[in-house]
């Protein structure tokens, strides 16, 4: 154990002596030397990482002081702001992850990698004694999630997801009606993501095979996925829309909607038992861009709670909808809404989908109606930071971002396979189905190996 992190033990076991609140307020930790602060690295600069990045450096408790990047221009773009930031030179690059992962003085690592790097880069995060900030989809299969959680909880890791929505209150609020029945008892889930493809690096008509840039190193970029050639269209930031790498638009959301989805359900530890393939448009696996660009299944809970997984349009609105006996809650990133007057909340007559929405007043709960209090996080960044000093789970930690994504992994699997998917939520397994249960995981390319 490095002294610093030994400090951080000593503060928190002798806050809890006391019976102060197990998160420990930064004011504990002195002035926020940089001696004590929590020293973090950084692994991948594209969308996701900067973001990420400054969040942690607005942090006092926090000192970022290596970048990971396998592309010399993403990585210099990382140094260099890392060090404007703190006016210094001390930011140390990297281009192995394992190296930096090697080093005994960094307690913490954000990671916002694309997503066929996601296990194998977190389990070696876990191993070295690092707390993990990583972003969603927990990995690009099960079987990688499974992994994942097999070594956080091996190396007794904290752990944060990126499914930053949790820490709002509008999506919390929702979720807390739903957990406290006043919608009555719950029938059914909607869960609508993006469909189609986003062209996010502005590549989309760069899609001649050609040698890859100097300043990218290709093949660690495709890592453990399959080799394939170099076209641009399909690296950076729309490695999304190709199968090899990512998810589609249906993985990258459902740590977002589907998360919130589960937290409304109370399934943070459960997931469906069946999985049904409902329609789906594969553009041809040839394609620079492969994913399914509209999609629609539908999973069955306990007590026949029915989830539509799917892209928004028609009856399926954008975010997470609850449709109970007594009426709907609906949440997305402008807000909530109900179809009971006391749920709804006051959206100073915003426009949404071309509608004025009606001016109500904010809902103003007692304790006693909302007896089922959720967790409620000052910042996803800041929570992070707060229990890696406490000791204590984060409002995501990764057994909620696993099931969290299960739905959507099986979604694809039953639309792919044009099967319905009986799952096993206690063992994680998928029944009788051969064909389907090949998906569950995937062959790594050598010299990469996955550790179960
Ligand atoms: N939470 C959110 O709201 C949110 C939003 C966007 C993206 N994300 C997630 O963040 C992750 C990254 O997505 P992005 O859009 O930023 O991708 P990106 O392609 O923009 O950036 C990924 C970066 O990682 C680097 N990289 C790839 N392999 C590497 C390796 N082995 N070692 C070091 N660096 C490597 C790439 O060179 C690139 O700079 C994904 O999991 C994505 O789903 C989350």
């Known amino acids: ?6 400090f951080l033990k000593k503060a928190v076991t002798g806050a809890a002596a006391f019976g102060v609140p197990s998160i420990v307020p930064s004011s504990v930790f002195g002035q926020n030397a940089p001696s004590n602060r929590i020293t973090m690295a950084v ?9 990420n990045t400054n969040s942690f450096m607005n942090e006092a408790d926090c000192q970022v002081v290596a970048a990971c990047d396998i592309d010399k221009q993403h990585l210099e773009a990382a140094v260099n702001t890392v060090n404007k930031k703190y006016g210094n030179t001390d930011c140390k690059p990297y281009h192995d992850y394992r190296e930096l992962m090697a080093r005994k003085d960094i307690d913490t690592v954000m990671l916002a990698l694309p997503d066929n790097w996601h296990a194998l880069v977190a389990i070696e995060a876990a191993k070295n004694g690092k707390d993990i900030y990583g972003e969603k989809p927990l990995a690009r299969t099960i079987a990688e999630q499974q992994a994942i959680v097999n070594a956080v909880k091996k190396y007794n890791r904290i752990w944060q997801t990126g499914s ?5 209150g509008d999506f919390r609020q929702a979720a807390e009606f739903v957990r406290n029945g006043l919608i009555g008892t719950l029938k059914e889930v909607h869960v609508g993501l993006p469909g189609g493809h986003n062209d996010f690096a502005g590549t989309k008509d760069k899609t001649a095979v050609t040698p890859p840039p100097a300043h990218l190193d290709y093949e660690m970029w495709i890592g453990p996925a399959q080799m394939q050639d170099y076209i641009e269209a399909r690296v950076h930031k729309n490695w999304r829309w190709d199968y090899n790498i990512g998810g589609g638009q249906l993985l990258d959301w459902i740590g977002h909607h589907c998360d919130i989805a589960h937290w409304g359900m109370d399934c943070d530890n459960s997931g469906p038992t069946e999985v049904k393939p409902i329609s789906a448009t594969f553009p041809p696996r040839t394609d620079v861009w492969n994913t399914a660009t509209d999609y629609r299944a539908e999973a069955t809970y306990a007590g026949g709670v029915k989830m539509v997984l799917a892209n928004r349009g028609g009856d399926i609105q954008p ?7 007594d009426g709907w809650v609906w949440v997305d990133r402008g807000g909530y809404d109900s179809s009971k007057p ?18 109500a007043r904010a809902a103003v709960l007692g304790d006693d109606v909302l007896k089922t209090k959720l967790y409620k996080s000052p910042g996803h960044h800041r929570n992070f930071l707060d229990c890696v000093k406490s000791r204590q789970p984060t409002i995501t930690p990764v057994e ?13 699997i039953a639309l792919m396979t044009n099967s319905t998917i009986k799952w096993d939520p206690v063992k994680q397994a998928i029944l009788d189905n051969a064909e389907a249960s090949k998906h569950l995981g995937r062959e790594y390319r050598a010299p990469w190996k996955l550790e179960a």
């Open 1 to 6: 154990m490095n002294n610093r992190r030994h």
């Open 43 to 51: 692994f991948g600069w594209g969308m996701m990482g900067p973001g």
């Open 164 to 168: 930053w929505q949790r820490s709002t």
């Open 319 to 325: 975010g997470t909808k609850w449709i109970g006996t």
């Open 342 to 359: 006391e749920l709804k909340q006051k959206y100073n007559s915003r426009e949404r989908d071309g509608k004025v929405v009606e001016k």
């Open 400 to 412: 909620t971002a696993h099931c969290s994504a299960i739905p959507g992994h099986l979604a694809l």
